[in-house]
């Protein structure tokens, strides 16, 4: 049986503690926290993960320093950002140098560090810093050594490289298209390359959505547009990529899988129609821009921001919500549709005549009904005759429990059906964990269904305690229901064994004359009783054919 912790780690995702010695030397100790990548629960990963960070974030300065008016006014943070990452850059070189040794690639050589020093990696983290350090020291053309701190951007190899090799590992013996398949898609073959691409994806749709938006500001737009052209061109060109990889491998999902008639199915998913939405615009605007004047889709842009929504289940439970109330929902919004048309008409009629350019009919009517029942009050429409002013006051304090009977609606169900999912997680859990043990499939699923519902690491932990608390009764066979026993083969053996004991128990405590006397009357045992107590009792055993 699994130990607590080992579970606790298995359901969050997370490593359990390194059990890393204090007595080892300091640079074994140093390598094994920070550097090891076959240690489980040390620091490796974030380090990999924050010095990443740090590298995308070059890439972005660098890309902003080309602009003369955000570079020059800021030229000092960029200074400051740039001496920050030289200085991390260079810790995290001469700490590998100093950890070279160490190093299972590096440690058989008679010269580990030297060998260090010529490896690929070595050279890439070399000449992310030398840039800065040439011009403190030499005279040369600083549009030169902008350009040479491009090379940090392959310093992200050491994150993708490991990924790829456990990705190629994973997907031994498959085709391309299921190698695509788990790239794409979650499942056990995607590994951390599937999670990288995943994050990649989202970095660009924010980063998309973010230009669109500074676009709409036209003292940006101008100072950036030719940026924030090839941004929007290069955005379109990776959302392109992404939806033909779904498209061509989705006949690998359950559901799916017929060359055409699964394709098509894949393309008319709610996921597949928003990143098609995604990138038309894009390309509408670059084919008919000669025949209509298509600027206007520019903000149907921000669409890509719905991509997001295949990261997170809280869309996926709203439509379930929605679903399911469905029927209250629209009765609720009947009498709400009811109200408005009424108030309306009652607005136009004590109205019209005092303000006939306001309430000139009807419909024109709704707008300020619907202002009114909504308790918003814009002021831009509003009555001035004595009824219209006391209907208002009336329908105004009606408003307040009518529109609020949808939203209160939708508020109550969406957090019962975050109970209800999180109550079927729980049994589930049970369920995996009635052997005491939880094997990796399992604990993706619990991940992923933990990651949907927002559960927060100590109420999985206090999942877990239940769960554990719930075996340990389980070993007790008598407290158990008869057909949890009879669905396990060992549990109804000793249960067998304790009635057979009880039985015996029951022969010396009880009188026997007594016992076989009422024992002979009639219905009282069948001759099948009477004879399995009689052997019991002798401790003999029952023939072959009884």
């Given at each position: ?34 550097l ?82 010529g490896?690929?990696?070595?050279i ?6 030398i ?42 013996g498959?085709t ?24 990649f ?26 940026e ?31 060359a055409?008639?699964?394709?098509l ?31 206007f ?30 029927p ?31 309430f ?12 009114t029942?909504?308790?918003v ?34 508020s ?51 999942l ?13 066979v ?69």
């Open positions: 049986m699994e130990s607590t912790s080992e579970l606790e780690a298995k359901l969050l995702g997370k490593s359990r503690p390194a059990d890393i010695s204090h007595t080892l030397p300091m640079r074994a100790w140093l390598y094994a926290w920070l090891n990548p076959n240690i489980e629960g040390n620091h490796q990963k974030t380090v990999d993960r924050w010095i990443g960070f740090l590298i995308v974030g070059n890439l972005f300065a660098l890309v902003f320093e080309q602009v003369p008016a955000i570079f020059e006014p800021y030229k000092h943070l960029f200074h400051f950002f740039d001496l920050i990452s030289v200085i991390v850059f260079s810790v995290e070189y001469i700490l590998r140098l100093y950890l070279a040794p160490e190093d299972e690639e590096f440690k058989k050589s008679s010269l580990p560090r030297l060998r260090y020093v490896s690929p990696f070595a890439i983290d070399f000449l992310a810093i840039p800065f350090f040439l011009q403190a020291f030499i005279a040369i053309d600083l549009r030169f050594l902008r350009s040479l701190r491009l090379l940090r951007i392959l310093k992200l190899f050491r994150v993708l490289i490991p990924a790829y090799k456990e990705f190629v590992l994973a997907n031994k498959r391309f298209r299921q190698k695509i398949h788990a790239l794409v898609f979650p499942s056990e073959y995607g590994g951390t390359l599937h999670n990288l691409f995943d994050g994806i989202v970095v660009w749709v924010v980063v998309s959505v973010i230009a669109v938006v500074l676009e709409s500001v036209q003292s940006i737009h101008y100072l950036l547009n030719v924030f052209l090839v941004l929007d061109a290069v955005a379109v060109g990776i959302f392109s990529i992404e939806y033909c990889l779904r498209i061509y491998c989705c006949v690998e999902e359950p559901g799916f899988q017929k055409l008639t699964g394709r199915k894949q393309a008319k998913t709610t996921s597949s129609m928003i990143d098609f939405l995604a990138i038309l615009p894009f390309f509408l605007e670059v084919f008919l821009h000669h025949l209509f004047d298509l600027r889709l520019r903000v149907f842009r921000l669409m890509r921001l719905l991509k997001l929504t295949r990261h997170t289940g809280a869309t996926a439970s709203l439509a379930k919500v929605l679903k399911r109330e469905w209250v929902m629209a009765a609720s919004g009947f009498v709400m549709l009811l109200l408005v048309i009424l108030t309306a008409s009652l607005g136009y009629l004590f109205e019209h005549e005092a303000q006939p350019e306001k000139e009919n009807i419909p024109q009517s709704i707008y300020w009904a619907v202002i029942l909504a308790s009050g814009y002021g831009d429409i509003s009555p001035v005759t004595p009824m219209g002013r006391i209907m208002t006051i009336i329908l105004a304090l009606m408003g307040i429990g009518i529109f609020a009977i949808p939203a209160a609606l939708l109550s169900a969406f957090s019962d059906q975050l109970r209800i999912e999180r109550e079927t997680l729980v049994n589930k859990l049970f369920e995996m964990l009635s052997d005491g043990v939880i094997d990796e499939e399992e604990a993706a699923y619990i991940q992923a269904e933990t990651k949907r519902l927002h559960l927060s690491d100590e109420e999985v932990r206090r877990v305690e239940r769960a554990k608390r719930e075996r340990q009764l389980m070993d007790d008598s407290t158990l229901p008869l057909h949890k026993i009879a669905s396990n083969p060992k549990h109804a053996i000793e249960h067998y064994k304790f009635l057979i004991g009880q039985i015996r128990q029951l022969s010396l405590l009880a009188d026997p004359e007594k016992f076989n006397a009422l024992a002979n009357q009639e219905d009282q045992l069948t001759d099948t009783d009477k004879k399995m107590w009689r052997l019991i009792n002798r401790q003999e055993a029952p023939p072959a054919d009884a």
